[in-house]
């Protein structure tokens, strides 16, 4: 009887002392990041390191075509995005329908930064994208498309996902107008189910003739020029306020300050 017993008693004694599944510590979560799009017959056209002088006039030649695109924000790069005609601007593309997500704050390589700097680049921009448009962004691309596993932990813990590309038109380094419609053109002839295509609002050939170019060249193909959410086919924001912010003291760019304006 006492042996029935310590037979029957085995097995449960021997789940109770198996120990507890492994946690690995040292792997905490990380953001996902999205090098291309996901829903077949579309094109999301990027334009990066703006608020600058071109992204009116882009919004409209998107607009006009029945298109849309997203604009990666800086909060001071080439502008200070609190000054109220660079706001506007902001402003101007995101009432147009067209998406607006992060770049960072000051443009740095991110993975040359320790966490407490990466994280401060993370919340500047987003509070100035909060204050100005009143959203909350879950996309941002790193300046560069440079990123490391601390980028990656630092906008997890942000609720954001990276953002790449697979088309690079070359524009801000070193392509000419023809290099970079040529890209284009390669892109489509090998007709891809859908494209994630890099630009800069910066570049005035990319403002006064690359963007008609590729419009009516992806058009013509067939694709649809949709944002990077519709692209991918999740939300373009987060948090989204009824209206867009007012002009107000608290809209300045700290490095103004110091007459550090670059
Ligand atoms: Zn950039």
Known sequence: ??????????????????????????????????SGCKVNNTVALTFDDGPYIHMNNISDMLTNASAKGTFFVNGHNYDCIYDKKVAARVQYAYEQGHQIAAHTWSHPDLSSLNMTEMADEFTKI??????????????????????????RQVAYQMNQSLVVWDLDSGDSVGATLQESEGNYTMAIASRPANILALNHETVKTTAASLVPFAINALQNAGYQLVTVADCLGLDAYSYQADQVGTWDKSWFCPEDEDGDDN
């Open 126 to 151: 987003n509070d100035a994208l909060l204050k100005v448009l009143g959203i909350k962004t879950p996309f941002m691309r790193p300046p560069y498309g440079s990123y490391n596993n601390l980028v």
């Open 1 to 34: 009887m006492l042996f029935e017993t310590v037979v029957l008693l085995l097995p449960f004694t021997l789940s109770l002392a198996r120990p507890p599944p492994i946690i690995d510590d040292a792997s905490p979560p990380r953001a996902t990041v999205y």
